[in-house]
């Protein structure tokens, strides 16, 4: 079994081109592969998420700014999402909060009395990590589990799944020592909670620190706070 999060940064060029940014994710996976991915090998389940022909092996890509993240999980039944972020002010981040978050996210994102940035980012990767992982859509972040529960546990994240098997979140922060900054959620669902290995695929790199980890078991009651 193993567990990787390729990661990748394009040129300024590559960035503002889809093309590129597609071919360098299809070139991480091929590469943790250890074989060349042709289009024949993956096909998408009835809500859309790719996924590979009779393998033990899942996958889920994101892609934000001039970063791509890879998250790769080879085990008998082990899914896996992820989603990264730029960190970046949106015209419309309270309105996304007050229709996608629930109550206690809001709170845990507005704590301070104004909008903080990097725990709406928190939220909104490790939702839509989940979704990536379940093969949901983005409409469908309204009614993902909450991912702060102060009745239980204050202002950390938490999250109860409605799972038959565990789930393992973990929530990284990464920098360029300048001025970027991302926020990456990834996910695996299984028996085998296995911890990611980070593997760069780009000559540069970036500060990469874990932010939190949230373990989900399929009984509410088993759920663990994260150490922060």
């Not at 920098?175 to 695996?188: C, H, L, N, W």
């Amino acid at each position: 079994m193993s567990y990787y999060i390729g990661l990748s940064i394009l040129s300024n060029k590559e960035t503002r081109s889809k093309r590129p940014s597609s071919a360098e994710s299809r070139q991480i996976l091929s590469l943790l592969e250890g074989k060349t991915v042709e289009d024949s090998d993956i096909t998408k389940e009835a809500g859309g998420r790719p996924y590979f022909k009779g393998g033990e092996t899942d996958f889920s890509i994101s892609h934000s700014g001039g970063l791509i993240a890879v998250s790769h999980v080879r085990g008998s039944g082990i899914r896996t999402g992820c989603d990264i972020e730029l960190v970046k002010s949106r015209s419309k981040m309270a309105q996304i909060a007050e229709n996608c978050f629930s109550p206690d996210e809001n709170n845990y994102i507005f704590s301070g009395g104004t909008l903080d940035e990097i725990r709406f980012y928190e939220i909104w990767t490790l939702k839509e990590c989940f979704i990536k992982l379940r093969g949901l859509g983005v409409f469908d972040m309204p009614k993902i589990p909450s991912f702060v529960n102060s009745h239980f546990y204050g202002q950390e994240l938490s999250f109860f799944a409605d799972a038959s098997l565990p789930i393992l979140f973990r929530l990284y922060e990464l920098t360029d020592g300048q001025k970027e900054r991302y926020i990456m959620a990834s996910a695996v669902e299984g028996d085998a909670q296995l911890k990611p290995e980070i593997r760069w695929f780009s000559t540069s790199t970036f500060a990469c620190k874990i932010r939190a980890e949230i373990k989900a078991a399929p009984n509410p009651a088993q759920t663990v706070s994260p150490k922060r």
